[in-house]
């Protein structure tokens, strides 16, 4: 068989050249970065190198950068009643999120799960800014966690604009930029967002290293989730992933470089794909394609269309995709993203994701296009013997 077309580039990317680099030179280091000798001043050097490279990617100062183990993580420990702004202590009683947010959001880190409320979405997928004006106005001082762009539509959400809302209500922005970042500008003035996540291997670090980016140092977290010998300035205990963050680092300068001509790219393949897809199949659905997306990824289904079976077929003809439904615990949970924007269950589990990355090519959407021509004439013929 010839090679596979990796197209699964939400769940993860495969390692930049640069980040293997500096995975491998990190390794060889010895030092613990907390040490004072020179071997642990080599280690330091990569971590706070990596500090500068993340905050440039998204407009930060590198003290307001914070290594965590994972997007996960910074998610958690972003979300806390006991955020304080400018030496305000009082606790933030309530957490408002989008209906469609990662899971590692929608779990509400240290929130009660009573002071948790969720924000509806327009049938596109993007929020509704009249919902989140009218909870803010019910709920002042409330932290808002917000996507910038959704793991399975790709929808982007306008962070902007809602950053406006919450900040005149008194409220604070968190956003969960792990899918956007490195596909569209993710800068956190720009964004008006108080707090950022990140996640290294969505734009080409290693798995297993995430940040939580600050506006500012007025912004103060009183408690850690992990405590111990006092790493990332007390916020993160635990010896530094030297490795993983230099690698994070070193992804990060390329994805700042490389970014418009990345997207450009993945634009280009994506419209080749879904025209092709809407050739084969007139009445596929693409979910969220009446909004602004990321330029990378298609949530597709066609009528007859399983996802878990799509997914098998296309793995074996060597394309690897995802379902729509997240599969946890060896059971397929229908999606609540799509739940969210109001598409009926059999849609739902017929949803499909394709997601391209920067070492996309013109081939890989061929060999999609001509697997799924091979599935679409099944289907269609499985859809006449039901109509027969
Ligand atoms: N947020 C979003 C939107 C994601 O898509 C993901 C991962 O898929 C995460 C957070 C979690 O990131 P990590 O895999 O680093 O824990």
């Keep these: 068989m010839s090679e596979r077309s990796y197209l699964d580039w939400n769940a993860t990317a495969p390692l930049r050249d640069a980040a293997r680099a500096a995975l491998a030179e990190a390794l060889s280091i010895a030092g613990n970065p907390s040490s004072v000798h020179a071997e642990g001043r080599a280690a330091r050097r990569l971590i706070e190198t990596a500090r500068e490279q993340v905050a440039a990617l998204v407009g930060a100062r590198p003290s307001d950068v914070f290594f965590t183990s994972s997007g996960t993580e910074a998610n958690a420990l972003a979300l806390t009643p006991a955020i304080e702004v400018a030496g305000d202590k009082r606790p933030r009683t309530g957490l408002l999120l989008s209906a469609i947010e990662h899971v590692s959001v929608r779990s509400g880190g240290r929130?009660?799960?009573?002071?948790?409320?969720?924000?509806?979405?327009?049938?596109?997928?993007?929020?509704?800014?009249?919902?989140?004006?009218?909870?803010?106005a019910k709920s002042p001082g409330a932290l808002v966690s917000l996507m910038l762009a959704n793991n399975e539509t790709g929808v982007i959400q306008p962070v902007a604009a809602a950053a406006a809302i919450v900040h005149a209500a008194g409220g604070l922005l968190h956003v969960d930029a792990v899918q956007a970042v490195g596909r569209v500008d993710c800068d956190i003035m720009i964004l008006g967002a108080d707090l950022l996540t990140l996640s290294a291997h969505k734009i080409g670090g290693s798995k297993g290293v995430g940040a939580l980016v600050r506006r500012n140092d007025d912004i103060h977290f009183p408690d850690p989730l992990i405590r111990g010998?006092?790493?990332?300035?007390?916020?993160?205990?635990?010896?530094?992933?030297?490795?993983?963050i230099a690698a994070f680092?070193?992804?990060?300068?390329?994805?700042?470089?490389?970014?418009?001509a990345e997207a450009a790219h993945m634009l280009a393949l994506r419209n080749l794909?879904?025209?092709?897809?809407?050739?084969?199949?007139?009445?596929a659905t693409i979910f969220g394609g009446g909004a602004e997306r990321l330029p990378n990824t298609t949530l597709f289904t066609a009528p007859g269309l399983k996802a878990e079976t799509a997914v098998i077929a296309f793995d074996l003809d060597g394309v690897a995709v995802s379902s729509g439904a997240a599969c946890s615990s060896g059971k397929v949970q229908p999606s609540h993203v799509l739940a969210a924007m109001g598409v009926s269950p059999p849609l739902t589990r017929g949803a499909v994701r394709v997601s391209l990355g920067w070492g996309s090519t013109a081939a890989d959407v061929e060999k999609f296009l001509g697997a799924w021509r091979k599935l679409a004439t099944t289907l269609s013929k499985e859809q006449r013997g039901i109509a027969a």
């Design 111 to 136: 929130f009660r799960r009573d002071a948790i409320e969720e924000l509806a979405v327009d049938p596109d997928g993007r929020l509704d800014l009249v919902a989140l004006a009218r909870a803010v």
């Design 229 to 244: 010998g006092g790493q990332e300035r007390g916020l993160r205990a635990g010896t530094e992933n030297v490795a993983g």
């Design 249 to 260: 680092g070193a992804a990060a300068a390329v994805a700042r470089r490389e970014r418009a």
């Design 273 to 283: 794909l879904e025209a092709g897809l809407r050739e084969i199949s007139p009445q």
